[in-house]
């Protein structure tokens, strides 16, 4: 007998990385051509928390420490809701149609180097928060980084 699928919670973080001076990390997804992104990711378990989500899925994404010396996570206290894209609706329990995502930012002191995971993501960069914004495939995160300056403030 086979175990039953996992399917993902409907609750994900959106976590911008990015310096005191506005450069902003993207990952590049890697089962979607340029999508250019930050760090998103669904949470584990029910009662994990968007704090506990956000510094998981920062390290297992990029290999970087949220909660290290000199690293500042921030809950925006802003949430989206939208609707889940129907190529990743096999993803989600049968009628799950709609997702919510927390959004986060994390100050790092400069540019940091970036540990990939090679099967979801394939390449990283750090730009500029406008070009950032430019790049980023989702609305949701270009606005996340549009929002940049009000959370540097």
């Not at 039953?4 to 959106?14: F, G, H, M, T």
């Not at 010396?69 to 609706?89: F, T």
């Not at 329990?93 to 994390?106: D, K, M």
Request: aromatic content about 8%; glycine content about 4%.
């Amino acid at each position: 007998m086979s175990e039953p699928r996992a399917y993902k919670i409907p609750e994900s973080v959106l976590v911008l990385i990015h310096t005191p001076d506005r450069q902003v990390l993207l990952i590049r997804r890697a089962d979607a051509g340029e999508h250019w992104q930050s760090v998103t990711g669904s949470k584990d378990h029910v009662d994990e928390s968007w704090l506990d989500t956000a510094v998981r899925e920062v390290m297992e994404e990029t290999g970087i420490d949220a909660l290290a010396p000199g690293h500042r996570l921030l809950d925006w206290g802003l949430e989206n809701v939208y609707d889940i894209w129907p190529e990743w609706q096999h993803r989600y329990a049968p009628g799950v149609r709609r997702n919510r995502e927390r959004v986060f930012g994390l100050t790092v002191p400069r540019p940091l180097p970036v540990r990939l995971s090679p099967r979801e993501h394939t390449a990283s960069q750090w730009l500029p928060w406008l070009e950032a914004a430019d790049r980023c495939f989702s609305a949701s995160n270009a606005e996340a980084c549009l929002m940049l300056p009000r959370f540097l403030a």
